[in-house]
């Protein structure tokens, strides 16, 4: 075929059909920095096979695809087909008869918060996206997929049932297939080769980079980046704040997908807002999510600002990899210590995520077609039908109250003009997730209004998860217990039996036949949960396996000897998501654990008694050595002499690491190392407090400025000179004061300025 058609031709075809030219992989050898930082799209993660969870790659098959034809079709492509026998179900008649629900009826779970459900999701979002063929058009006959109910390459609709309970007038639910690997499937004649097994693209990378934030290719990298400046931070909303926070960016691409309001709200004349932009393409997906992506965007903003006043020397790229890398590691630590415990349990954790081993070259971290299309769904069916807001005292919002959850689909005005994201972060934390049961599964808003402000037709995401896994050609239910060494349930009996649900497993067989057919989504979110957790024993194994795999096979893991300091690893292991929730939003109380429930509101947490992280092991020193000494020196007042100008700083607290010897002595203070906010308030009470210490005239210390003009411009800076207070109110004087070389007492220093009276106009 490729000798038949154009190069111009060709090049259509792949763009077309989603194929573009095989990747080439880089030179890991003329990588910058690629034993130090990731590449935006994890190429070169693995040295010896470069492409090994990187963007733009296949899913992994851990059994062998069941297509029609052995190629490429999907299982059900093909009416008349039979599979261990038996026909199998239309999707959208085992959503209506298993899985439909009253929303009235669901339970809020006992002992996770609504947190659990969204973190899932935003999780999700950092591992895999699989996108549709480009084309919307059928290959052979030119026909809309989206306006027709044609089965033909890459329109795969779902087939609506007779009697169905919404869908009367219209004979499908449009879905397009999943576009294939380049060189997979039919495709592989487009390079000269013969068809072999179809595979999916996984267009993320498999590593917990927190890609979703980032992007997970070079360009949308560089575009969510703030370059105008040297602060190394990410761009944020030009046109609004969240009461003086930041929020994401728009989208500069032209679009009403987010232009909701009018129609949601059924009036006409408000302002409509355009979607945000982030590293998923998701993020405007619901509410809840864009408050999670908000929420660590404004992290990596702090992370730069506090790298920058450490090092002020760092350029933008270095303080932007470096906050990056440690949001790395954040996510890193939640999803395996905070998060995955409580979703495949303690026995899988001990298992499969015990003590870290080293990194494992010859482990491919590749995403699992079974974990994107299957597993890793098992939180459709923990969401509540509405997305709680709450306010200041864990309350119904009086101005603005809970959102139903298909009002919350693709609407980031509400996050403008409807109070932000403290509402909604209060809410996923103080609010139940949905409990999963048997008899009550999937609510209306997913199963009967999923985008329905958006789309042709109301979506149904049980039957576009069951469809997505036939496009996908994974085996039946029964073939992944096996691959997990679970026993492998023949009968109804049998069924019932791992099911602990005698009619359950009956509905099941009266449209399967037999336990080997049923989609193994439905089947994984139908298992009881093991000990512990909020999934069955087969996705405990295939989730558990997944995150194995990802954490052994991530050279840049951080845990890895050389990825991090022994300090900076010290300091990381101390950091949680409530202090990240404290230090980003105007919440005062948080649960110590945002995913475990608390009924008694009293029983959060002050974020004034949450530990924070200590950031002096990133200070650059220029090479590795052993951490020096600190210490704390408590001083009424000190006098700074820089060209003529005299600075006077009063009851501030100075860290101090020696660059080149120990303080011999403590002179009006004494030593503690500074860790959490509690420790600085007794350092400072204890400064406040002293008397009679400070009867020496004040200290007078000589200034030695390091690069002064590439701070400062000569100008006379605003302060006041009150004996009682200090006010900095020029940010240069702020830059200066940081890069300032102390020689006091024949000791060269490097001092750290700690700022805790409410009237100083930095602090950090």
């Not at 919002?397 to 009002?407: C, D, G, M, R």
């Not at 959060?604 to 992280?613: D, G, K, L, R």
Request: glycine share 6%; hydrophobic share 35%; with cysteine.
């Amino acid at each position: 075929l490729s000798e038949l058609i154009s190069p111009n031709e060709l090049r259509m075809i792949e763009r077309l059909t989603g194929c573009a030219a095989q990747v080439q992989p880089p030179s890991c050898r003329t990588t910058p920095n690629v034993n130090k930082y990731r590449t935006a799209n994890s190429v070169c993660n693995n040295r010896k096979n470069p492409l090994l969870g990187a963007a733009n790659t296949p899913l992994a098959s851990w059994l062998p695809t069941i297509y029609e034809d052995g190629i490429s079709q999907p299982v059900g492509w093909n009416p008349g087909r039979l599979h261990n026998g038996v026909s199998l179900p239309l999707v959208r008649l085992v959503s209506n008869q298993i899985l439909s629900m009253q929303d009235a009826d669901a339970k809020g779970d006992s002992e996770y918060t609504h947190l659990v459900t969204f973190f899932g999701q935003w999780n999700d979002h950092d591992l895999s996206f699989t996108p549709f063929s480009p084309s919307i058009r059928s290959f052979s006959s030119g026909i809309d997929c989206d306006a027709s109910c044609e089965q033909s390459e890459p329109c795969f609709p779902i087939r609506i049932p007779n009697g169905d309970p919404r869908i009367s007038r219209n004979s499908c639910i449009p879905v397009f297939r999943s576009a294939p690997t380049c060189g997979s499937g039919n495709t592989a004649f487009m390079f000269g080769g013969t068809p072999n097994v179809r595979q999916q693209i996984n267009s993320l990378t498999a590593f917990l980079d927190v890609g979703q934030l980032y992007g997970s290719d070079q360009g949308l990298a560089r575009e969510l980046r703030d370059l105008s400046n040297d602060k190394g931070r990410l761009l944020v909303n030009d046109r609004f704040q969240d009461n003086g926070r930041d929020l994401l960016p728009f989208t500069k691409v032209a679009s009403n997908m987010c232009s909701t309001r009018n129609r949601i709200l059924n009036t006409t004349g408000l302002p409509e807002v355009p979607c945000f932009i982030a590293g998923d393409v998701r993020v405007d997906e619901n509410i809840a999510l864009t408050s999670l992506h908000t929420l660590f965007m404004r992290e990596h903003n702090r992370l730069a600002d506090i790298l920058r006043v450490l090092n002020p020397h760092w350029s933008s790229e270095t303080l932007y990899q470096e906050a990056r890398k440690i949001m790395g590691a954040y996510h890193q630590i939640i999803v395996i210590r905070d998060y995955l415990p409580h979703i495949v349990g303690p026995d899988a954790i001990k298992k499969l995520l015990g003590p870290y081993p080293g990194y494992n070259p010859n482990i491919d971290p590749s995403i699992a077609n079974v974990f994107a299309t299957a597993a890793y769904r098992f939180a459709h069916v923990t969401i509540q039908p509405l997305v709680f807001r709450v306010d200041e005292n864990f309350e119904n919002h009086p101005k603005f109250p809970s959102v139903p959850l298909y009002e919350a689909f693709f609407s980031p005005w509400r996050v403008v003009f409807e109070g932000g994201i403290d509402p909604l972060i209060r809410g996923l934390i103080s609010r139940p997730a949905k409990l999963n049961q048997q008899n009550h599964m999937l609510v209306n808003a997913l199963r009967e209004r999923l985008f329905a402000f958006t789309s042709h037709i109301a979506l149904d995401l049980a039957s576009l998860n069951m469809q997505r896994s036939r496009d996908h050609g994974l085996q039946g239910y029964t073939a992944w217990r096996k691959f997990c060494n679970l026993s492998e349930p023949r009968n109804q009996a049998e069924l019932a039996t791992v099911l602990n649900n005698t009619d359950l497993a009956r509905r099941l067989l009266e449209h399967y036949k037999t336990p080997a057919n049923i989609d193994v989504w439905l089947a994984g979110i139908a298992e009881p949960f093991v000990p512990g957790g909020r999934v069955g024993p087969l996705f405990s194994c295939l989730i558990g396996t997944q995150f194995q795999k990802i954490r052994l096979g991530d050279r840049l893991w951080w845990e890895n000897r050389g990825v991090f300091t022994k300090r900076q690893r010290d300091s990381l292991i101390t950091m949680s998501l409530a202090r990240i929730i404290c230090d980003n939003t105007g919440l005062k109380k948080v649960p110590a654990d945002p995913f475990r429930l608390k009924a008694n509101k009293a029983e959060f947490v002050e974020c004034s008694s949450i530990a924070e992280i200590d950031f002096t092991p990133w200070i650059d020193s220029g090479k590795e050595k052993a951490p020096e000494r600190l210490q704390v020196i408590c001083i009424k007042s000190v006098e700074l002499q820089v060209y003529s100008e005299q600075l006077y700083l009063s009851n501030v607290l100075i860290q101090i690491t020696a660059t080149t010897t120990q303080l011999s002595k403590e002179k009006n203070g004494f030593k503690k190392k500074l860790r959490t906010g509690q420790e600085r308030q007794e350092i400072q009470k204890r400064c406040n407090d002293e008397t009679g210490t400070h009867q020496d005239r004040p200290r007078k210390v000589r200034a030695r400025v390091s690069s002064v003009h590439q701070f400062y411009q000569p100008q006379k800076p605003q302060v006041n000179r009150s004996p009682e207070k200090i006010i900095f109110l020029d940010e240069v004087y702020q830059k200066l004061l940081r890069s300032l070389l102390i020689l006091s007492e024949d000791h060269l220093l490097f001092i750290i300025i700690y700022l805790f009276r409410p009237f100083v106009a930095f602090v950090f």
